[in-house]
């Protein structure tokens, strides 16, 4: 975007604004469970949210990822008071 010419700078100024309007899509990784518990076993992992078997969570570093459950773990979380 040229500024310079718009405002009378003289200069054409180049607005690096552009690149902060388009929102950044954030790419989700897909892993496998047991990769999930080893992640979250040495304390990798901000959060986790659990829909049904399939879990999704951020890693501190802010990756996203999604994993699913085995039938068993979802059954064993459902049964915990």
């Given at each position: 975007?040229?500024?310079g010419a718009v405002h009378g700078f003289g200069l054409p100024l180049?607005?690096?604004?552009?690149?902060?309007?388009?929102?950044?899509?954030?790419?989700?990784?897909?892993?496998?469970?047991?990769?999930?518990?080893?992640?979250?076993?040495?304390?990798?992992?901000?959060?986790?949210?659990?829909?049904?078997?399939?879990?999704?969570?951020?890693?501190?570093?802010?990756?996203?990822?999604?994993?699913?459950?085995?039938?068993?773990?979802?059954?064993?979380?459902?049964?915990?008071?």
């Amino acid at each position: 975007m040229l500024l310079g010419a718009v405002h009378g700078f003289g200069l054409p100024l180049f607005s690096p604004a552009c690149c902060f309007l388009v929102p950044r899509r954030l790419t989700q990784e897909t892993l496998p469970y047991s990769r999930f518990i080893a992640e979250l076993d040495n304390g990798k992992i901000e959060e986790v949210t659990f829909q049904g078997s399939k879990v999704f969570g951020r890693f501190k570093d802010h990756r996203v990822f999604e994993t699913v459950a085995p039938r068993s773990e979802v059954r064993a979380e459902m049964r915990v008071p």
